[in-house]
């Protein structure tokens, strides 16, 4: 597609229940990550892949947090037996290699805005 | 550990002035250094990297490795150039960024 599309926009969930939250990169892009932000905060890093290899998952910050992307293009984070600390925006991005400058930038979705009441 | 400071949460100026977002960071290695911005209702987006040394919409930053420094300049503020504006930070070798908590820049008319 055109851009990083993330899915669903908005995702308000009773807590306990597990949640599903859908990223799909431009086409061709290599790498894949997740971010998460709180209010008032700037994006932290939870985990990427390079094609369908984790690569890094150091992010997540305990076992209920888990992500795949078994294909190497669409990528799932799941948040199981979700708490109210969970609400946050959830970010994803994929990033291309630019030839020359030996440096990647990402192109991020708009992002899922997730609420546990 | 990296760590990217931004020591203004707000920052408020009027057009045609200009206009500094400070960031520091810390990390003992070779860092690449990035500016991300965001618009009202939209994403995200990538505004510099300090690699490319190039100038993006009026803006430049420089690293400065002695003060662990890379603020964001534009000599002449423009009012769509209100928006929220991080600074961001990844190992040499890492895709992994880490990001500060941001600086809100409104430029007033």
């Known amino acids: 597609g055109a851009g990083v599309s993330q899915s ?17 990169p431009i086409s061709g892009h290599v790498s894949l990550y997740w971010y998460r932000q709180a209010l008032g905060q700037g994006p932290e890093f939870l985990t990427y892949f390079n094609y369908e290899a984790q690569q890094d998952k150091s992010g997540l910050p305990n076992d209920r947090f888990s992500a ?6 669409i990528s799932t984070l799941t948040i199981q037996r979700t708490e109210q600390r969970d609400s946050a925006m959830y970010r994803c991005a994929s990033s291309f290699w630019t030839p020359g400058t030996g440096r990647y930038g990402y192109t991020f979705g708009s992002g899922t805005r997730l609420t546990v009441v | 550990a990296q760590r990217v400071t931004q020591p203004e949460k707000l920052l408020s100026v009027f057009k045609g002035a200009p ?34 040394r190039e100038s ?47 600086t809100k820049l409104t430029v007033n008319p």
């Open chain 1, 8 to 24: 669903p926009r908005y995702k308000v969930t009773k807590r306990g229940q597990d949640v599903a939250l859908r990223c799909d």
């Open chain 1, 68 to 73: 795949e992307r078994p294909e190497g293009s």
């Open chain 2, 56 to 102: 993006i919409k009026g803006f430049t930053a420089d690293l400065n490795k002695g003060e662990t420094s890379f603020h964001l300049k534009k000599p002449f503020a423009q009012e769509e150039d209100s928006a929220m504006y991080y600074c961001a930070l990844s190992k040499g070798g890492s895709e992994k960024l880490v990001f500060g908590k941001g």
């Open chain 2, 19 to 52: 206009v500094e977002l400070k960031c520091n960071y810390s990390y003992s290695g070779s860092p690449e250094l990035f500016w991300y911005v965001q618009y009202s209702r939209q994403r995200l987006q990538l505004l510099l990297r300090h690699i490319s």
